[in-house]
C-alpha cells in the first residue's frame, strides 16, 4: 500500500490478498443477502419470466393491456431493483479486487432456470387445456401436436447435445428443467387432446411445417456465426 | 476586482458610505463586477469537485465502497455519485490573488 493511504484502514474484513487476490460478495457474510436478493429478483423478472407471466395474464383478462402494463413494469422495475441489491453487494469489495466474471454456483443457476421453468409449465398448461375446449377442431390439435412433437423434440436434443459435451455442460444442465417441463407438456397434450381419433396425416405435417422452421432458424443461425467468423 | 476575491467590494458595499458604488463606476457595474467573483468562485468550486472526484475514483481502486463512504461521510450511493475517473474540463492554473 502506498504511504499516503496510511490514514485509510479498509473497514471491511476481507481475505488475505497473498491467499486470494479477486473477491466475490458470496465470499463475504455481509455482503451475501443482498447478492442473493439482487439475484433472486433477477431470476424472477428476467425478459422470458416475465414475457411468460404477461402471457399467462393476457390469457387471464383477456386484454392487450395488463399484460404489456405487467411485462414492462416486471423487467424494468425488476432490472432496476436487482441491479441495486447486487451494486450494494460488490460496496464491499475494493474496485481492483472484485472478481466480477466468477460464475454463480451450479444449483443458483439451476434455480433460476427452475423458476423459467415453472412458470413455463404453467403457461403450457394453460394452451393445453384451452386447445382442449370443445371449441377447437380435432384438426387444429392434430396439426398443432405435430408441431409439439418436433419442437419437444429439439429442445430435448438440444439439451442432451450439451450435457455431453464438457465444454457446453453448464448450458445443457441450466437448460435441463425446461426441456423437462416442454416434454411433460407434450405428454399432456397427447393424453388430453386425443382419445386415438389423432389425425395422423394432420399430425405429419405439423411435424414438417415445424422442421422445416427449425432447419430455416439453424441454417439462419449457422449463415451468421459464418459470417462473424469470417470478419 | 478579481484579485482580492471580492474583498474590496464587499467592505465598499457594507460600509455605508452615501456614493460608495462610485469609485467602481456606479450600482450597475458594481452589480456586473460581482457577478464576475461569482463566476470565478463557481469555477473553483467545480475545480476542487474534479480533484475530489479523481481522488475518490482512486480511493475506490484500493478500498471498498463501504469503507470510503464511512470515511467520507457520504451514503454508499452517493460514493459512486462523488468519483469520476478523468474528468475532461480544462480548468484555471492558478487562482488571481495568488502571490507569484
Partial sequence: MMAAHEDIREEVTLPDPEVQRLVHPLDLPEARPSFRTGWLIGALTSVPVSALVAAILAYAARSALPPIIAFLALTVLGALAGRWYTDRAWDYIPRKRQDRARPLPRSWELASAGVLALVLGVALVLVVYRLDDPDVPVTVRAFTFGMCLVAAALVLADVLVSLARPTARRRGLAGLPGAAVVVLATVLAWTAWFDGDADTVLLFWGAVTMTAAAVLVGATQLWDRRRAAGR | ?100
Fill in chain 2, 1 to 100: 476586482m478579481l484579485e482580492d476575491g471580492g474583498d474590496e467590494l464587499h467592505a465598499a458595499a457594507v460600509s455605508g458610505a452615501e456614493e460608495w458604488a462610485k469609485p467602481y463606476g456606479g450600482p450597475l457595474a458594481v452589480a456586473l463586477l460581482a457577478a464576475e467573483v461569482g463566476a470565478l468562485t463557481a469555477h473553483l468550486t467545480s475545480r476542487s469537485s474534479a480533484i475530489r472526484a479523481v481522488a475518490v475514483e482512486a480511493l475506490l481502486d484500493d478500498y471498498s465502497a463501504v469503507t470510503v463512504a464511512n470515511r467520507l461521510g457520504v451514503s454508499r450511493q452517493k460514493v459512486y455519485d462523488i468519483a469520476r475517473p478523468n474528468s475532461t474540463t480544462t480548468f484555471v492554473d492558478r487562482v488571481p490573488w495568488r502571490n507569484r
